[in-house]
């Protein structure tokens, strides 16, 4: 089935920058609607971001509009986001998703198969 690899975490201080990204492989991965979710200590999973397969749809959360950039390569199998002027509330884990051909700026779970392992992203003040 799909498998999903995160890299690209860290640790920053405020005001910097990370690249995430995002690589699917196996046979069953085809044109699904791509994203991102956060979950930081005590709090439940929050969408951040997805991302339709042509590209022709795009949302944000509210928190990270402005600041953050989704992007996908399909001829890399890659999903990518650009997060620019971090700050401390975005510390949390990120999570890789991808669904079927339709996703939504609800960010429900329910539009998601496949979820990778979650790479920690921490933002010192």
């Known amino acids: 089935q799909v498998q999903l690899a995160e890299s690209g975490g860290g640790s920053v201080q405020a005001g910097g920058s990370l690249r995430l990204s995002c690589l699917a492989s196996?046979?069953?991965?085809?044109?699904?609607?791509m994203g991102w979710f956060r979950q930081a200590p005590g709090k439940e999973r929050e969408g951040v971001a997805a991302i339709t397969y042509g590209g022709g749809a795009i949302y944000y959360a509210d928190s990270v509009r402005g600041r953050f950039i989704i992007s996908r390569d399909n001829g890399k199998n890659t999903l990518s986001l650009q997060m620019d002027s971090l700050i401390p509330e975005d510390t949390a884990m990120y999570y890789c998703t991808a669904g079927g051909p339709e996703c939504s700026g609800a960010f429900a779970t329910s539009e998601y198969n496949y979820w990778g392992q979650g790479i920690q992203v921490t933002v010192s003040s």
């Open positions: 196996g046979p069953a991965y085809d044109r699904y609607c």
